[in-house]
């Protein structure tokens, strides 16, 4: 499928996980691959856009045909990645699995173990998207929410919340859905609480869907 239904438009999509460095050897990541965050990428780039990819580390090749990639490790460098490259956006996709915390104290040298206890502190990360979501103005925002428990209400939170123009809600407790796997059952939700309930679908067929929603909204 080859269309240009979002030409003349600029798409920011982050992938992938963050990762929080405690001293040179280790660090606090999650399960994210990147998976969704690509086949995005991909259908906005099917759809004619130019494309912004900001990622995480992963083991996915950066898409053909990409305006832009940029590598992160942190959710700071993730943050000041997306606000550097705002102005010129119009669609801002965050499916990046953020590190909520980080150490508070990095160590310039590797921690040697002891026989004691070592407690780790850990700091608040920015909410990339809740700042996002604060300077918007006309720009499309979606954002995801994997979740265990509760989907649906805290997918309406964080709609609310981040200010989006809608949720894809997924529970990663599903077999086919969430880290991984190239599958995702998801349900897409808006800010005026229609849903559209989607099937066990494959990543780049969801992430068409994503789009087609997208330039719904834009207009187009
Ligand atoms: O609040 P929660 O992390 O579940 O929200 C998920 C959405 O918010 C995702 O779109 C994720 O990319 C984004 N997010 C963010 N910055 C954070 C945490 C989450 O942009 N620190």
């Known amino acids: 499928l080859s269309t240009c239904e979002l030409s003349g438009k600029t798409v920011l999509v982050t992938a992938g996980p963050t990762s929080e460095a405690i001293d040179p050897v280790r660090y606090i990541t999650n399960h994210s691959t990147g998976k969704m965050g690509y086949a995005i990428a991909k259908a906005a780039i099917r759809k004619g856009a130019k494309v912004i990819l900001v990622s995480g580390k992963t083991n996915l090749k950066p898409p053909l045909g990409l305006e832009k990639f940029l590598a992160v490790e942190s959710t700071m460098d993730m943050y000041n990645a997306v606000v550097e490259n705002l102005d010129g956006c119009d669609i801002i996709i965050k499916s990046a699995a ?122 187009k």
């Open 98 to 219: 953020v590190a909520d915390y980080t150490p508070k104290t990095k160590s310039d040298k590797k921690i040697k173990k002891t026989e004691g206890e070592l407690v780790l502190e850990l700091q608040r990360n920015p909410d990339i998207l809740f700042e996002i979501g604060k300077i918007k103005g006309d720009r499309i925002l979606v954002g995801f929410a994997a979740e265990t428990d509760d989907l649906m209400e805290n997918a309406a939170k964080k709609i609310e919340k981040k200010n989006l123009d809608f949720i894809v809600a997924n529970d990663i407790t599903k077999e086919g859905a969430g880290f991984g796997v190239d599958t995702n059952i998801a349900k897409i939700l808006y800010r005026d609480g229609s849903v559209i309930e989607l099937e066990k679908m494959s990543k780049d067929e969801l992430s068409e869907i994503i789009l087609q929603k997208v330039a719904e909204l834009s207009g």
